[in-house]
């Protein structure tokens, strides 16, 4: 499995950075209030990535050999994936609160209570995407060096039979 790419994480947060922009702009346009996301949700995606490290922190100690339970490759998978796609949210969540801070900041007056919101917001995606980041190093064996190439004698990589 490969890691998570700053690419792949850079264009999640400008898809969400369009979209949180966009959004603004299009409720102001018909007269309406901003979007102002709950205070709850920057806890949320703190806790998020609390647990997504809490998951994979046994899965580090299986891997360097202090703990004595072996190595569940299924939950390995899962951690790994969780903490995948929390970078990913994190990205995209930081990315619409960049849209809205910015639609925010641009505006004659900037409302004190959205602008808070949106901010707290930044910052709990932020700590998810980094935690998230964490955990998936946690998760990363080191590569060992028959896993390179496999041999012929292996079933379904190597050459056909058929051949």
């Known amino acids: ?48 990535g609390a647990a ?19 190595i569940d490759p299924f939950r390995a998978v899962r951690v ?3 903490a995948k796609a929390s970078s990913v949210v994190g990205a995209v969540i ?15 007056v900037a409302p004190v209570g959205s602008t808070v919101a949106v901010i707290a917001t930044l910052v709990g995606a932020l700590v998810l995407l980094a935690a998230a980041l964490v955990a998936e190093h946690l998760c990363t064996i080191r590569k060992d060096d028959d896993d390179e190439r496999p041999g012929p004698d ?6 056909s039979h058929h051949d």
Do not use: H, Y
């Not at 922190?57 to 339970?69: H, N, Y």
């Open 1 to 48: 499995m490969t890691r998570t790419s700053a690419g792949a994480l850079i264009v999640a947060a400008l898809i969400g950075g369009v979209v949180g922009f966009g959004i603004d702009q299009l409720l102001t346009g018909a007269g309406r209030a901003t979007f102002t996301p709950s205070l709850l949700l920057p806890v949320l995606l703190v806790l998020l």
């Open 52 to 70: 997504t490290v809490a998951f994979a922190l046994p899965i580090r100690r299986a891997i360097t050999g202090r703990s004595a339970e072996p």
């Open 80 to 82: 790994a994936m969780l």
């Open 94 to 108: 930081a990315g619409l609160a960049t849209g809205l801070l910015v639609f925010l900041l641009t505006r004659p």
């Open 154 to 159: 292996e079933p379904g990589l190597g050459l």
